[in-house]
C-alpha cells in the first residue's frame, strides 16, 4: 500500500478522463443530472480507493469499473423503490438481413438511433466502440465474461444498424434483394 499519495497524484491520473466519463455517463443514464451524480460519486469512490490503485495501469478503465458499479448501484436502488418493474427486455426480433447505414448521418440522428437500443447492449457498444476498449477491458468494467461483450457487441451492433435503416430510406437508400441476402 502506498500512504504517500496525494491530491496531485490523484488528479494527474484521474482528472483527464473527466470528460469521457461524463459523455459515456451521459449516453447510460440519458440524463443530465443521473449523468453528473454518477460521475461525481465515481470520483469519489475513486479518491477513497486511490491508496489500491496500481500507478503505472490503466486509470482510465479502472474509473470506466467505477462509474459502471455507480450506475448499476443506482438504478439497483430506484428499482427498490419502485412499485413496478419496467420489464422492456422482451426478446428482440433478430432481423433477417443488414441494412445499409448511410455515409452522411447527422449526430442527432446516430444518437437518436443509439438512445433506442437496449442500455445493456448500449454500454458495450459505448465502451466498444467509442471508448476503443478492449473485450477484456469492457468485460471487466461491466463485469460480465468476455464472450457475453462479444455478443452483446454484435447484437448491439445489429439493432443500431436496424435503428439506421428509417433514415437511410429517408435519404432514398434501397435495399435491393441481392444485397439483402448477402446481409443475411
Known amino acids: ?18 470528460n469521457d466519463l461524463y459523455r459515456a455517463a451521459r449516453r447510460i443514464t440519458g440524463n443530465q443530472t443521473e ?14 480507493s486511490f491508496h489500491r490503485f496500481e500507478t503505472g495501469t490503466n486509470c482510465r478503465a479502472w474509473l470506466f469499473k467505477i462509474l459502471f458499479h455507480v450506475i ?11 412499485l413496478f ?4 427486455e422482451a426478446p ?6 443488414e441494412p ?20 445493456h ?17 469492457i468485460a471487466s468494467a461491466l463485469d460480465i465474461p468476455v464472450g457475453t461483450v462479444m455478443s452483446r457487441l ?10 439506421l435503416a428509417g433514415i437511410a430510406e429517408g435519404y432514398g437508400i434501397r435495399v435491393d434483394e441481392e444485397d439483402a441476402l448477402a446481409l443475411a
Open 92 to 97: 428482440c426480433a433478430t432481423p433477417t438481413y
Open 154 to 163: 454484435n447484437r448491439g451492433r445489429k439493432l443500431l444498424r436496424g435503428e
Open 1 to 18: 500500500m502506498n500512504i504517500s499519495i496525494t491530491a496531485e497524484d490523484f488528479e494527474s491520473a484521474a482528472m483527464p478522463h473527466l
Open 35 to 48: 449523468a453528473e451524480d454518477a460521475v461525481q460519486e465515481t470520483y469519489y469512490q475513486a479518491w477513497k
Open 121 to 137: 447492449y448500449r454500454e458495450v457498444v459505448l465502451l466498444a466502440d467509442v471508448q476503443e476498449f478492449s473485450y477484456k477491458e
Open 85 to 88: 418493474a419496467d420489464f422492456e
Open 72 to 82: 448499476n448501484h443506482q438504478r439497483r436502488k430506484v428499482w427498490r423503490w419502485s
Open 100 to 119: 445499409p447505414v448511410p455515409q452522411d448521418l447527422s449526430d442527432e440522428e446516430m444518437l437518436r438511433a443509439f438512445d433506442k437500443i437496449p442500455q
